[in-house]
Nanobody, 117 residues
Framework: QVQLVESGGGLVQPGGSLRLSCVAS????????MGWYRQAPGKERELVAH???????NYEDSVKGRFTISRDNAKNTVYLQMNSLKPEDTAVYYC???????????WGQGTQVTVSS
């Protein structure tokens, strides 16, 4: 059983920055692929950024060049650095862990990001 706890969301003005953190427990963090998803009101949940156990990353097109996903295996933590935020980035952001041995997807409780002036 994997537990994921996100933090770092909040209200920020357009053009501002936030860093989301997700601390994982209950599994061998270093071998699991991790990701950040978001869901805006009335929309489907979408993948924002993904990082493999080996450190390979990929991003949704609209966040390329603005968001950076990273991981610190010593701290069992995955980060999402979000720069140049836009109102359309407003959503609940969820941390995801795909456990290596079971391929089961675990989710955090979500953290609200609101970009508004």
């Amino acid at each position: 059983q994997v537990q994921l706890v996100e933090s770092g969301g909040g209200l920020v003005q357009p053009g501002g920055s936030l860093r989301l953190s997700c601390v994982a427990s209950g599994s061998i963090f270093s071998i699991n692929d991790m990701g950040w998803y978001r869901q805006a009101p009335g929309k489907e949940r979408e993948l924002v950024a993904h990082i493999t156990s080996g450190g390979n990353t990929n991003y949704e097109d609209s966040v390329k060049g603005r968001f950076t996903i990273s991981r610190d295996n010593a701290k069992n933590t995955v980060y999402l650095q979000m720069n140049s935020l836009k109102p359309e980035d407003t959503a609940v952001y969820y941390c995801n862990c795909r456990e290596y041995y079971t391929s089961y997807d675990y989710w955090g409780q979500g953290t609200q990001v609101t970009v508004s002036s």
